[in-house]
Structures are given as structure tokens and as C-alpha cells.
């Protein structure tokens, strides 16, 4: 019968087995705790794979030996799938074998563990060998224990009666394991997704993926700094990952985003070749006035000279940074001025949508433009709300759609102030702001220095906008420059 006190040491291992989230971690445990069971000297957990079955730890106590993971992996090659291997036979049929002595035993081929004792100076005596299959009744490995001990330190045969705790134990690390694979899976899902999306984002405008995977290189340097330094704001694997799915994901909803607004990259965008074969139709016109005597060719070329002349004008403000009240009072002039068309009607040179592109002071978007631009940060909320995230994950859709708040409540969407807005968040758009000022391959400004970028950033410090305590960590890591060997 099985003593209550093994009873509880085999419930508590289980229990470890399945909190166990670190897959290297988990293999080691398997066979460690199934050797304290059953009292052994020495084991083997083998994985099977498609050529047959690998090692993966191989341990023995008494010569102190433990062998497998990523710090000493096992070059030997796998076991083929045949019969005369013990360790196969019990894979092929699903069921444990006990063997008392290797040495009597005459069903199976032990040669390998005699060369193993002839190298090693190791006795290889008693053998429990158990299938680790899951609840579905799929087969993950083997699981084979070698020499069981006495109280007394001595080789025996492995008790028939502690098989069934050994199965137990192989059949819960094989659950572990494949509920470990299946989270792998959902991850890989999740990471398969973030790609298609981000690679939908760049279909539609190069410049907005190239501008996410920035933020996500930034994020990620950021975060292994804080780990390097020891700083008390550190991240867990979970919460690294829920903050840089928000990071990938933070964009999402520019999917929406008419591309005449996302990559317009002057005030008046297409616009300007209407402005142009306006302008070459006065041209025209003013040549037919001439033709037919209503002007003379001072004034004809009086015309074309006041026309250039604006003309320059209008291409020059019209990729502007910052336009001057001057500026803006000249667009106002050009915009009242007319023309006589060919039909004797009195037209615009400029028309009242042009008139209000060109009159946008910093920037290429007009005040209904830059509103749906901003309402992408809405749609990201409202794409992710519609993915069902692991729950530690959950944050990532929150984060994603806050990134565009500011702590002095000027940001938008919904103008929350700081005590609302996760420090995560206020990360997230600190990378934000950085990269947009940076960026090299936007199409309506040129690459600013980092240390400027960097002044803008403090200047939102001073305005209230910005977390100052994380960007003064954010310029201490450096994040932005790559790491030399």
C-alpha cells in the first residue's frame, strides 16, 4: 500500500509540476521528483520526436552527474523506435516494465547502459521505465529510473507498488508539458497575429511599421536596462509581454485611417495639382486677354509674374514646418483674390478648402483631418476589446488605446490626467513621441536629433505632459542606440 507520508510528497509534486511555468525548469523537476519518489540513484527523461526518443536529463547521484538543458545539453544521439530498447518498448506499448536486474533480464538490449558503467565506473542494477503520456493519451517521453535505493544505501528492485505513484507523476509532467506547448501556442497565436496586423499597417504606409518595431526595439532595450541595473521598477515575463503587445499593438487602429490623411505629406497633399492646373488655366486665360487686346503685354506680363510669384508661394508654405503670422495673413490675401473664367464668372484663386489646408500653422493636417487621424486611438480600443486575451494580458488593450493621454489632461482621446494613467502608459508614450520626432522615413519631415527630440520630450515635462522621472531613466538607457559587442 502507499504510505500516507508518500501520498503527500507525490500531491505536493504534482502540485509543483503544474506551477511550474519555466519549460527547462519543468523537465528538470520531472525527473528529480520522480527519483525522490521512488528512491532512485539515477535517471533518464527522454522527449520523443519524430526520429525517435531524445534525451533530455540524465542524472546520477552518487557521481554527482546531472547532464541535459540549456547549460549542458546531451549530444548522444536518439533512441530508435524498437522493441528492443526497454525504453522504446514502453513508448510503443504505452505501459511501464520493471526490470529487477539488467544483468538477468533477456527481453531487452542493455548495452548501452553497460558501456554507460563500463565509462563511468556506475552499476546499473534495477530499471522502472514508465510511459509520460497526457490526457489525451498522447505520448510526450519516457521516463526511466535506474537503481532503487534502501534505507540502508543498497541496490534493490523498484517496489511494484510505488508504479503507479511513477505513472502518476510521468502522467502529470506529460499534462504540464502540453499545456506548456499550448501556451507556447497561444503566444505564437498572439505574436502571428501582432505580425499580421503590423504587417497590414505596412501594406497600407511603410513609415507607421517601421515606426511601431522602433518603439518595440526602444521598449525592449529600456526594460532589459532596468533589469541590468537593478532598478526597482522591473518587469516580470508576463508583464514584459503585455507591455510590448500594447507597443505593437498601440497603432492597430490606423487600419482605418483613409491614407490621404496618414501619409498626407504637405498642407495641401493632392491637392496641389488642382492649385497648378488652376493656375495654368489663368495662365490661359490671361493669354486670350492678351490675344484679343483686352490687355497689353506689360500687364500680360505684370499677370504672369504676380502668378510665379505666388505660385512659389504656395508650394513653399505648403511644406512648411511652422508658417508665420505673416504667412498666414498672406493666405488670407491670396485667398479673397478672383479671376474672370472663360464663362465671365468670377472664381477663387484659391478655394476655401485649399485657403483652410493652407492655413494650418505647424504641421500638414487640417483641424478635421488631425480629427480623424486622432480617432485611430479610439478604433485600436475598439478592435482589441474584441480579442480575448490571456488574462495576464489583459492590460494590453488598455494600454494600447491610452497612449496618446497626456498627465496635464490635453491629451485625447478622453483627456485623463496622471493619476489615471498607468506608469506603463506613460512609457509607452514617451516611445511615441520619441520615435515620431526621430523617424527618418516620414514622408512629410526630416529625421530630427535625438538630442532635440529629447529637449521637445523635456519640454513636456515642464508643460505637465510627460512622466519627467521616467524620461530622465529613458535618456539614462540609452534605449535608442544599438549595443556593441
Same mark, same amino acid.
Given at each position: 500500500?502507499?504510505?500516507?507520508?508518500?501520498?503527500?510528497?507525490?500531491?505536493?509534486?504534482?502540485?509543483?509540476?503544474?506551477?511550474?511555468?519555466?519549460?527547462?525548469?519543468?523537465?528538470?523537476?520531472?525527473?528529480?521528483?520522480?527519483?525522490?519518489?521512488?528512491?532512485?540513484?539515477?535517471?533518464?527523461?527522454?522527449?520523443?520526436?519524430?526520429?525517435?526518443?531524445?534525451?533530455?536529463?540524465?542524472?546520477?547521484?552518487?557521481?554527482?552527474?546531472?547532464?541535459?538543458?540549456?547549460?549542458?545539453?546531451?549530444?548522444?544521439?536518439?533512441?530508435?523506435?524498437?522493441?528492443?530498447?526497454?525504453?522504446?518498448?514502453?513508448?510503443?506499448?504505452?505501459?511501464?516494465?520493471?526490470?529487477?536486474?539488467?544483468?538477468?533480464?533477456?527481453?531487452?538490449?542493455?548495452?548501452?547502459?553497460?558501456?554507460?558503467?563500463?565509462?563511468?565506473?556506475?552499476?546499473?542494477?534495477?530499471?522502472?521505465?514508465?510511459?509520460?503520456?497526457?490526457?489525451?493519451?498522447?505520448?510526450?517521453?519516457?521516463?526511466?529510473?535506474?537503481?532503487?535505493?534502501?534505507?540502508?544505501?543498497?541496490?534493490?528492485?523498484?517496489?511494484?507498488?510505488?508504479?503507479?505513484?511513477?505513472?502518476?507523476?510521468?502522467?502529470?509532467?506529460?499534462?504540464?508539458?502540453?499545456?506548456?506547448?499550448?501556451?507556447?501556442?497561444?503566444?505564437? =497565436?498572439?505574436?502571428?497575429?501582432?505580425? @499580421?496586423?503590423? %504587417?497590414? &499597417? /505596412? !501594406?497600407?504606409?511603410?513609415?507607421?511599421?517601421?515606426? $511601431?518595431?522602433?518603439?518595440?526595439?526602444?521598449?525592449?532595450?529600456?526594460?532589459?536596462?532596468?533589469?541590468?541595473?537593478?532598478?526597482?521598477?522591473?518587469?516580470?515575463?508576463?508583464?514584459?509581454?503585455?507591455?510590448?503587445?500594447?507597443?505593437?499593438?498601440?497603432?492597430?487602429?490606423?487600419?482605418?485611417?483613409?491614407?490621404?490623411?496618414?501619409?498626407?505629406?504637405?498642407?495641401?497633399?493632392?491637392?496641389?495639382?488642382?492649385?497648378?492646373?488652376?493656375?495654368?488655366?489663368?495662365?490661359?486665360?490671361?493669354?486670350?486677354?492678351?490675344?484679343?487686346?483686352?490687355?497689353?503685354?506689360?500687364?500680360?506680363?505684370?499677370?504672369?509674374?504676380?502668378?510665379?510669384?505666388?505660385?512659389?508661394?504656395?508650394?513653399?508654405?505648403?511644406?512648411?514646418?511652422?508658417?508665420?503670422?505673416?504667412? =498666414?495673413?498672406?493666405?488670407?490675401?491670396? @485667398?479673397?483674390? %478672383?479671376? &474672370? /473664367? !472663360?464663362?465671365?464668372?468670377?472664381?477663387?484663386?484659391? $478655394?476655401?478648402?485649399?485657403?483652410?489646408?493652407?492655413?494650418?500653422?505647424?504641421?500638414?493636417?487640417?483641424?478635421?483631418?488631425?480629427?480623424?487621424?486622432?480617432?485611430?486611438?479610439?478604433?485600436?480600443?475598439?478592435?482589441?476589446?474584441?480579442?480575448?486575451?490571456?488574462?495576464?494580458?489583459?492590460?494590453?488593450?488598455?494600454?494600447?488605446?491610452?497612449?496618446?493621454?497626456?498627465?496635464?489632461?490635453?491629451?485625447?482621446?478622453?483627456?485623463?490626467?496622471?493619476?489615471?494613467?498607468?506608469?506603463?502608459?506613460?512609457?509607452?508614450?514617451?516611445?511615441?513621441?520619441?520615435?515620431?520626432?526621430?523617424?527618418?522615413?516620414?514622408?512629410?519631415?526630416?529625421?530630427?536629433?535625438?538630442?532635440?527630440?529629447?529637449?521637445?520630450?523635456?519640454?513636456?515635462?515642464?508643460?505637465?505632459?510627460?512622466?519627467?522621472?521616467?524620461?530622465?531613466?529613458?535618456?539614462?538607457?540609452?534605449?535608442? !542606440?544599438?549595443?556593441?559587442?
Amino acid at each position: 500500500m502507499i504510505k500516507e507520508d508518500e501520498m503527500k510528497r507525490f500531491l505536493a509534486m504534482c502540485l509543483s509540476l503544474t506551477a511550474e511555468r519555466d519549460r527547462e525548469a519543468l523537465l528538470s523537476n520531472i525527473l528529480d521528483n520522480a527519483m525522490d519518489i521512488a528512491n532512485a540513484d539515477a535517471g533518464t527523461l527522454y522527449l520523443l520526436e519524430d526520429d525517435g526518443l531524445h534525451f533530455c536529463r540524465m542524472v546520477t547521484r552518487s557521481l554527482g552527474y546531472r547532464q541535459g538543458g540549456h547549460a549542458a545539453p546531451i549530444s548522444l544521439p536518439p533512441v530508435p523506435m524498437e522493441e528492443k530498447y526497454v525504453c522504446s518498448w514502453v513508448a510503443l506499448h504505452n505501459e511501464p516494465i520493471n526490470v529487477a536486474d539488467v544483468h538477468t533480464d533477456t527481453h531487452f538490449d542493455f548495452t548501452g547502459s553497460l558501456r554507460y558503467d563500463a565509462m563511468t565506473g556506475f552499476h546499473t542494477q534495477s530499471m522502472l521505465v514508465v510511459p509520460m503520456s497526457n490526457d489525451r493519451g498522447e505520448l510526450i517521453g519516457v521516463a526511466q529510473l535506474i537503481n532503487a535505493m534502501d534505507k540502508d544505501g543498497n541496490t534493490v528492485p523498484f517496489d511494484p507498488e510505488i508504479e503507479l505513484l511513477i505513472s502518476a507523476i510521468s502522467s502529470q509532467a506529460a499534462i504540464s508539458i502540453t499545456n506548456m506547448k499550448y501556451s507556447e501556442q497561444i503566444t505564437s =497565436l498572439l505574436d502571428s497575429l501582432v505580425g @499580421a496586423l503590423s %504587417t497590414a &499597417i /505596412d !501594406e497600407r504606409t511603410p513609415y507607421n511599421a517601421n515606426h $511601431t518595431r522602433n518603439m518595440v526595439r526602444y521598449g525592449a532595450r529600456f526594460l532589459d536596462w532596468l533589469d541590468e541595473t537593478g532598478n526597482e521598477w522591473r518587469f516580470d515575463a508576463d508583464k514584459r509581454r503585455t507591455f510590448l503587445l500594447s507597443v505593437w499593438l498601440h497603432d492597430v487602429g490606423k487600419l482605418v485611417v483613409p491614407l490621404e490623411v496618414m501619409d498626407k505629406e504637405s498642407r495641401l497633399g493632392s491637392k496641389l495639382e488642382d492649385v497648378k492646373a488652376r493656375f495654368h488655366v489663368i495662365a490661359l486665360l490671361d493669354r486670350v486677354a492678351a490675344l484679343e487686346g483686352r490687355i497689353d503685354a506689360q500687364e500680360l506680363e505684370r499677370r504672369n509674374e504676380k502668378r510665379n510669384e505666388t505660385l512659389a508661394f504656395i508650394e513653399r508654405i505648403n511644406r512648411a514646418g511652422f508658417l508665420p503670422d505673416e504667412d =498666414l495673413a498672406a493666405v488670407d490675401e491670396l @485667398a479673397a483674390r %478672383t479671376y &474672370i /473664367d !472663360e464663362d465671365g464668372a468670377e472664381k477663387p484663386w484659391i $478655394t476655401p478648402e485649399e485657403h483652410v489646408c493652407l492655413s494650418v500653422r505647424k504641421g500638414t493636417l487640417t483641424a478635421e483631418e488631425r480629427g480623424v487621424m486622432e480617432s485611430h486611438v479610439v478604433v485600436t480600443g475598439r478592435i482589441l476589446e474584441h480579442v480575448d486575451f490571456p488574462k495576464m494580458y489583459a492590460e494590453t488593450p488598455r494600454w494600447a488605446a491610452m497612449h496618446h493621454e497626456l498627465m496635464n489632461g490635453r491629451g485625447y482621446p478622453n483627456h485623463i490626467t496622471a493619476e489615471s494613467i498607468p506608469r506603463e502608459v506613460r512609457l509607452l508614450t514617451i516611445l511615441d513621441v520619441f520615435d515620431a520626432l526621430t523617424a527618418r522615413d516620414r514622408p512629410y519631415k526630416p529625421a530630427m536629433p535625438v538630442e532635440k527630440a529629447l529637449g521637445i520630450l523635456h519640454s513636456m515635462v515642464n508643460e505637465g505632459g510627460v512622466d519627467g522621472e521616467l524620461l530622465t531613466l529613458f535618456e539614462e538607457s540609452k534605449a535608442w !542606440e544599438e549595443k556593441t559587442a
